[in-house]
Nanobody, 122 residues
Framework: QVQLVESGGGLVQAGDSLRLSCAAS????????LGWFRQAPGKEREFVAT???????VYADSVKGRFTISRDNAKTTMYLQMNTLKSEDTAVYYC????????????????WGQGTQVTVSS
């Protein structure tokens, strides 16, 4: 079991920055594949960012160059630094964990946080 808790969401203006955090507890954090997803109203949950087994970052095209994923194994925390936010980034952001290798597919992840709302006003 992995327990995940997101924080750091809020209401910002277009062009602003936010940093989301995902605190994990439970099974070994360092051996779990982790990812960020988001879901806007009326839309399906979509991939945002994750790590490969080699530790490389993988991003959705829509956030590449603006978002940065990172993790601190000592603190069992994952982060998503979001810069130059756009109105289309408005969504509930979720962190997720799974055993095995990284994936862009939400249905591959067994563990989810409760989500944190990010609202970007234009």
């Amino acid at each position: 079991q992995v327990q995940l808790v997101e924080s750091g969401g809020g209401l910002v203006q277009a062009g602003d920055s936010l940093r989301l955090s995902c605190a994990a507890s439970g099974r070994t954090f360092s051996s779990s594949a982790l990812g960020w997803f988001r879901q806007a109203p009326g839309k399906e949950r979509e991939f945002v960012a994750t790590f490969t087994l080699g530790g490389l970052s993988v991003y959705a095209d829509s956030v590449k160059g603006r978002f940065t994923i990172s993790r601190d194994n000592a603190k069992t925390t994952m982060y998503l630094q979001m810069n130059t936010l756009k109105s289309e980034d408005t969504a509930v952001y979720y962190c997720a964990a799974r055993t095995g290798s990284f994936s862009r597919r939400s249905y591959d992840y067994a563990y989810w946080g409760q989500g944190t709302q990010v609202t970007v006003s234009s």
